[in-house]
């Protein structure tokens, strides 16, 4: 067609993938983003199942009252790992790395910004996660004080084991990996885009990772320079957080907080992005409200450096502070209420093909509900004085993380498999592994609401006997095992599509963004022609010349 | 059916508020849920693409009144929100102004001390208060930080060390209600929990005047011999017995630990059994927890459990 252009002049120096080489030393060595994204993918897998078996053992621990599994020591390990390893070893590098994988192909680049950036970043998180999982060598196992270490239990003399100097350590590297992440990902979106692809055209998933992107530069320094304040604590007697020497343990709780909140949009804001992709594509129509989708999530994104303090209203801050940290947080329903609706509204009057993508899509609307609503419950201070540290948060935000975040995951997992690696998944076992977790998460779940308003505190590692405490407990510890094996089946669908899987062409959805333009998987340059640009989706416009959705716009 | 606690049992008027507010907003959630679910499965029905048809739908790319509508909706549901919380912050938590503390509360690695300022009354773990009073309790911590937390009756506060909370706190009924501490402190946060043990003034004032009594040291048999091991043994170390010399407040005041329920937080029953077995090994109940296994032999253990019996 003589329509299409070239992207980029290719380099005249190619970059050093040793793409031609299929060794190990063609991953290792690897700048290519591609490859990059992939480990970071494979990498997550592994955490996954790790974090997994974790939650696993908490779970049998609680399964009846005074049960007797493991030690105190044991299960307080285990909850601060399984919330380290799911937060800043899953969930956060599966977008980061699906993000890296897919931004340059959805904007028509070549690569990222800066690739030798990229690898680093990428290492950085295997490195990491390399020295928090260290800790299980020392003497006295990893850290047992939980994912939010509040000081002054963190430091010294309450914490005299190098469990949270490896934790600390461990995640200062994450944190230095998603700040250049971050960077690079912001260089990337607002200088590479091809031409015709402006910021209103952009998929929603790279607006989503652009968002996220600004919210990791802003607030990875707070938590960073709270480690190393943590860790000038633990190791050179510094007295930042202990109040016996003068220092404070509310202000750790700020620092974590300031940091500990906005993450949990970075978590779940790239996972809108993916759903923002399937539910059009799926349904055979546009985003509805491309525009408050898209604005909606700068609204979040700017709303979210100004609620830390609702994990904090048990502190004693005054009820004005209280007053205006519900406020802020309430407001935060807001964007998130339009985003939901636009979702439903795109679904409204299409024709949808439940493919097992759209299936964890169509979910991921109802979990996610369900845990935004509790989420509005609890940013009002008097009803966070009741739930708060009980197993209604725990409810809470694994229907924000789970039934949000690794919902939408597993919906992008099936939905770019087959760019990734050429071959499609297994739709029977995917609609195995659907099925099975809609059931094993909310039997989990679902029933930790109750537990929580009836008094059950959270990080306990054991309970009395209380009047239905056993066997609602029992029930979610079945639900746990369910999850399990929806976990297996994912894995093994995974591990036999890549060998046995049917062979995938360039476009097997028929989407329309421009990742879906290349070969399956692409080639090491990703494009050798990109199509114009002159819509918010290329290739419906590719395949609807009569029916553009911007008729009006010149072709470049 | 058996009771069921926490929201379900509000038993003070604090709690009657908060809970109250809760269903109010569980309801308005469960409202907001069924539209999404419905909505949802509407679509699930309708909406879905026949196996032969391969023709697009209609493409609709946004409706500018209905982003209004559905802004301007959730913002009204979020002022009524936020308007119950300031009237609900208000009521729970209203202002000390120049009050005195009925109790000062202090957590400790795994257990909390209540001192009485105004009687001198100082125990552990088992909080008393006459029926039908708001006691104005001062929340503090000795170690790291811990949250006074009973559901039944009312809010969590933390105790944080270096900073004083305040919370009002009140029983509509006499019982025994459970609480815990609520913020992760350490190896054993599960076992540190509290009793509030709302009762009749008359029960109150007797059991205040109970414990401000200064028992008398047994001076014969195996109970004089159990005091004399107090002494000797390191327990006075970390307890106090009033009318002793044992005066530290590193564990729990023992002077009347007749008059209390549980050990070791509501690990065990307060039995003279559970005592023995306690002594043997405080470890075996409560891995992890400051007092250690004192290596102390059968005949010393029953004379220590004998001398804490003997004293009223």
Redesign the interface.
């Known amino acids: 067609m003589s329509t299409r252009i070239p992207l980029v002049p290719e380099n005249i120096k190619p970059l050093p993938s040793l793409k031609g080489n299929e060794g190990m030393l063609s991953w290792v060595s690897s700048v290519d983003h591609k490859q990059i994204g992939l480990m970071y993918l494979m990498s997550t897998l592994v955490f996954f199942i790790i974090g997994g078996l974790e939650a696993l053992v908490i779970r049998i621990q609680l399964a009846q009252p005074e049960f007797d599994f493991i030690?105190?020591?044991v299960y307080?390990q285990m909850f601060t790992m399984h919330g380290t390893t799911m937060i800043f070893f899953v969930v956060m590098p599966f977008l980061i790395g699906v993000g890296v994988y897919l931004v340059p192909l959805m904007i028509g680049a070549r690569d990222m910004a800066f690739p030798r950036l990229n690898a680093l970043s990428f290492w950085l998180v295997i490195f990491g996660g390399i020295l928090l999982y260290y800790s299980f060598l020392t003497q006295s196992g990893p850290s047992?004080?939980?994912w939010f270490a509040?000081a002054?239990?963190s430091e010294k003399p309450?914490s005299l084991n190098k469990g949270p100097t490896y934790w600390a350590l461990g995640l200062l590297a994450v944190g230095i990996s998603s700040v250049s992440s971050g960077l690079n990902n912001i260089v990337t979106i607002l200088t590479m885009r091809v031409k015709g692809m402006t910021m209103r055209r952009l998929p929603l998933f790279v607006w989503m990772i652009l968002v996220t992107s600004f919210i990791l530069i802003f607030v990875i320094p707070i938590i960073a320079s709270a480690f190393a304040m943590m860790l000038l604590d633990r190791l050179l007697d510094a007295t930042f957080f202990t109040?016996?020497h003068g220092g404070?343990?509310?202000l750790w709780q700020h620092f974590f907080w300031g940091f500990g909140h906005p993450e949990v949009y970075i978590l779940i804001l790239p996972a809108f992005g993916i759903i923002s992709e399937v539910i059009p594509v799926f349904?055979?129509?546009?985003i509805?409200?491309?525009?408050?989708v898209a604005g909606s999530t700068v609204a979040i994104g700017l709303l979210s450096v100004g609620v830390w303090a609702h994990h904090m209203f048990?502190?004693?801050l005054g009820?004005v502070a209280?007053?205006y940290f519900?406020?802020a947080s309430?407001?935060i329903?807001?964007p998130t209420?339009?985003k939901?609706?636009?979702w439903?509204?795109t679904?409204?009057?299409?024709?949808?093909?439940?493919a097992t993508p759209m299936l964890f899509a169509?979910a991921f609307?109802?979990e996610f509900?369900?845990g935004g609503?509790?989420g509005?419950?609890i940013a009002?201070?008097?009803?966070n004085?009741?739930?708060?540290?009980?197993y209604f948060i725990v409810a809470h935000f694994h229907y924000v993380l789970f039934g949000g975040s690794l919902f939408a995951i597993f919906a992008g997992v099936y939905y770019w498999f087959p760019k990734f690696t050429g071959r499609m998944m297994s739709e029977t076992l995917g609609k195995w592994h659907f099925w099975l977790t809609v059931v094993g998460f909310n039997m989990t779940f679902f029933i930790q609401h109750f537990l929580?308003?009836?008094?059950m505190?959270?990080?306990?590692?054991?309970?009395?006997d209380?009047?239905?405490w056993g066997s609602m407990n029992l029930l979610s510890t079945i639900g746990a095992f369910v999850l399990a094996i929806s976990v297996i089946i994912f894995a093994w669908n995974i591990i036999w599509s890549l060998k046995h899987g049917k062979k995938a062409p360039d476009n097997p959805w028929n989407a329309w963004t421009l990742e879906w333009y290349t070969t399956s998987p692409p080639a090491v340059h990703n494009f050798d022609l990109v199509p114009p640009v002159r819509g918010r989706r290329p290739l419906w416009d590719l395949a609807?010349p009569d029916?553009l959705?911007e008729p009006n716009s010149k072709v470049v | 059916m058996e009771k069921l606690g926490g929201i379900f049992n509000p038993s003070s008027p604090e709690m009657v508020v908060m809970a109250g507010l809760t269903y109010y907003i569980i309801a308005i959630s469960i409202g907001i849920l069924a539209i999404i679910v419905v909505a949802v499965t509407y679509i699930v029905i309708r909406y879905r693409k026949g196996s032969k048809d391969s023709s697009e739908p209609y493409q609709n790319f946004g409706d500018l009144r209905l982003e209004i509508v559905w802004t301007i909706i959730p913002i009204a549901i979020v002022a009524v929100l936020f308007q119950l919380t300031c009237s609900t912050m208000r009521a729970v938590d209203p202002p000390i102004g120049d009050h005195e503390p009925d109790v000062v509360v202090t957590g400790h690695q795994w257990w909390w001390e209540f001192y009485y300022p105004k009687s001198g009354v100082l125990t552990a773990n088992e909080l008393h208060m006459p029926v039908g009073e708001r006691l104005l309790l001062r929340i503090e911590s000795i170690d790291v930080i811990h949250d006074f937390w009973v559901p039944e009756l009312g809010r969590k506060i933390d105790a944080i060390p270096g900073h004083t909370n305040y919370i009002w706190i009140g029983a509509g009924e006499p019982g025994i209600f459970l609480g815990a501490c609520a913020e992760f402190c350490g190896t054993q946060h599960a076992n540190m929990r509290i009793r509030v043990i709302a009762e009749t003034q008359e029960e109150f004032n007797e059991w205040q005047e109970q414990e401000l009594v200064i028992p008398s040291t047994p001076r014969s048999g195996i109970a004089a011999k159990g005091a004399e091991l107090f002494q000797t043994k390191a327990c006075m170390n970390c307890h106090t017995i009033v009318g002793t010399p044992a005066a530290a407040r590193i564990g729990p005041n023992l002077t009347h630990l007749n008059n209390r329920q549980t050990i070791g937080a509501g690990v065990l029953t307060n039995s003279p059994e559970n005592l023995t077995k306690w002594l043997v090994n405080p470890q075996k109940y409560k891995q992890g927890a400051l007092m250690p296994n004192m290596k102390l032999t059968d005949s010393e253990v029953n004379a220590i459990v004998a001398y804490l019996e003997a004293l009223k």
């Open positions: 030690s105190p020591e307080n047992e004080v939980g509040y002054p239990l309450f109040p016996a404070s343990a509310i349904s055979r129509k546009p509805f409200g491309y525009s408050f048990a502190v004693g009820n209280n007053a519900s406020l309430m407001l329903a807001i209420g339009v939901v609706l636009n439903v509204a679904m409204w009057g299409g024709k949808i093909y439940f169509t609307i109802i509900v369900m609503l509790t509005v419950a009002s201070a008097p009803i004085w009741v739930t708060t540290d009980t929580g308003v009836m008094g505190p959270r990080r306990t590692y054991t309970y009395h209380l009047p239905y609807h029916q959705d």
